[in-house]
């Protein structure tokens, strides 16, 4: 469930876009949020999710599931 964006601050999206949202979607579903913010936030997520990429391939994490695919297409939807 997305909180409302006046539940949350940009920073902590920023930080932590998983704490705010279950999924990209939520981001690009958000119409008052200014484009530059979606993609700050999309960003972001994408940077956290090839780090889990990263320490999976390895070994450092195992069977977790990633959603680099579905924040890349976010952010082609926003871009």
């Known amino acids: 469930m997305t909180k409302k964006v006046t539940d949350w601050n940009l920073a902590d999206a920023v ?3 998983t704490s705010v949202f279950s999924r990209p979607g939520q981001v690009v ?3 008052e949020l200014p484009k530059r913010d979606k993609l700050a936030i999309l960003e972001s997520w994408k ?4 780090e889990m990429v990263k320490m999976h391939e390895q070994g450092d994490l195992t069977d977790v599931p990633s959603r680099l ?3 890349k297409q976010a952010i082609s939807d926003v871009a």
């Open 15 to 17: 930080a932590d876009p």
């Open 29 to 31: 579903d958000l119409e």
């Open 47 to 50: 940077a956290l999710e090839e």
């Open 69 to 71: 695919e579905a924040v």
